[in-house]
């Protein structure tokens, strides 16, 4: 089969781009790389013969796509990729966020970082949010850089253990 047609690349897009963009996120990828790869995966699928099979087979199809695409950047950035953490979070992404493009994640996310106290919660949101650095997050909530980064090592293990206790469940 060819190439779909461009409805149904707009309903293969509307499916599956934010799980696409969510994955590269996972994989290393910064906000701005993850928009460009997500696109060129999709531009990947404009210009091979592609046969879609399913939702299944065609997110897979795509993230190997844009994994391949995220390996070449870093190539060409001269950085190398450890191989054994894109296969874990291969592993990680298939066993959990596959299914719902990561949804279940982010509420369990959003469930921890409400049960953070009110500083720590808006350093987070100043860092990933606001992209600000350590420097103007400590100005603004009143600790010294080396406070903010004490206060990271302390919140990031407890937000990663309280999302993977919600995600047991």
Known sequence: MSAPAPTDLASLIRRHQKGLWRYLRLLGCDESLADDLTQEAFVVVLSKDFDHRGDGATASYLRITARGLFLRSLAAR???VDMENAEHADA???ASAGVDEGEAQLDALRACVDQLEERD????NM???DELS???IAHKIELTREGVKALFRRVKPWLKECVERRMRR
């Open 134 to 136: 350590y420097e103007a």
């Open 121 to 124: 919660a808006r350093a987070l």
């Open 127 to 129: 860092l990933y949010r």
């Open 78 to 80: 001269a950085r190398s």
């Open 92 to 94: 990680l992404w298939d």
